[in-house]
């Protein structure tokens, strides 16, 4: 446990650790590492990695297909397209800061860089909200422009 506690423990926790003078006090010091580093920020930090590789994965896989569709129906596909790449671009940014974090919970910047990671997953979010809007929209206009043709002498009976 000592090493990996070392693994996630700032300087000056190793610092602490290495100067322990008997095995209570090392035990100690390795618990603070764990319950100030471990568990506050690199848990959030997976949590965050795997969020944000299913908003990649949304938008590589089943977003993309509908836009394809959508492209091979004619419709204009633009604007869910620029939704689909700015969600895809913070989630890359945020899933690029967890992972900052999950390698070094311990370093002083990794408050600041999971704060800024979850800023950016929610921003994907935000997008992902967008894309929602502009796809049920579409939904709908296709159903509006399928009642206004005209229905065939089987579908009057």
């Known amino acids: 446990a000592a090493s990996e506690a070392l693994r996630f423990a700032s300087?000056?926790?190793?610092?602490?650790i290495d100067k322990s003078a008997t095995i209570e006090e090392v035990k100690k010091n390795?618990?603070?590492?764990?319950?100030?580093?471990?568990?506050?920020?690199?848990?959030p930090a997976l949590n965050?990695?795997?969020?944000?590789?299913r908003i990649i994965d949304l938008?590589?896989?089943?977003?993309?297909?509908?836009?394809?569709?959508?492209?091979?129906?004619?419709?204009?596909?633009?604007?869910?397209?620029a939704q689909m790449s700015t969600a895809k671009a913070a989630a890359i940014a945020a899933q690029n800061l967890f992972k900052k974090v999950a390698a070094a919970p311990g370093d002083s910047d990794?408050?600041?860089?999971?704060?800024?990671?979850?800023?950016k997953l929610k921003e994907a979010k935000k997008a992902l909200a967008g894309i929602r809007g502009l796809l049920e929209t579409e939904r709908d206009?296709?159903?509006?422009?399928?009642?206004?043709?005209?229905?065939?002498?089987?579908?009057a009976r």
């Not at 005209?150 to 579908?155: E, L, V």
């Open 48 to 53: 965050g990695i795997c969020s944000s590789q």
């Open 59 to 81: 938008v590589n896989g089943k977003l993309a297909t509908a836009v394809a569709e959508l492209k091979t129906a004619g419709k204009d596909t633009a604007a869910i397209e």
């Open 30 to 43: 390795i618990a603070a590492v764990f319950d100030n580093r471990v568990l506050g920020q690199f848990v």
């Open 11 to 16: 300087a000056t926790q190793k610092t602490t």
């Open 141 to 155: 206009s296709s159903k509006n422009s399928d009642d206004d043709k005209p229905k065939s002498s089987d579908d």
């Open 110 to 119: 990794a408050k600041a860089n999971l704060s800024a990671a979850k800023t």
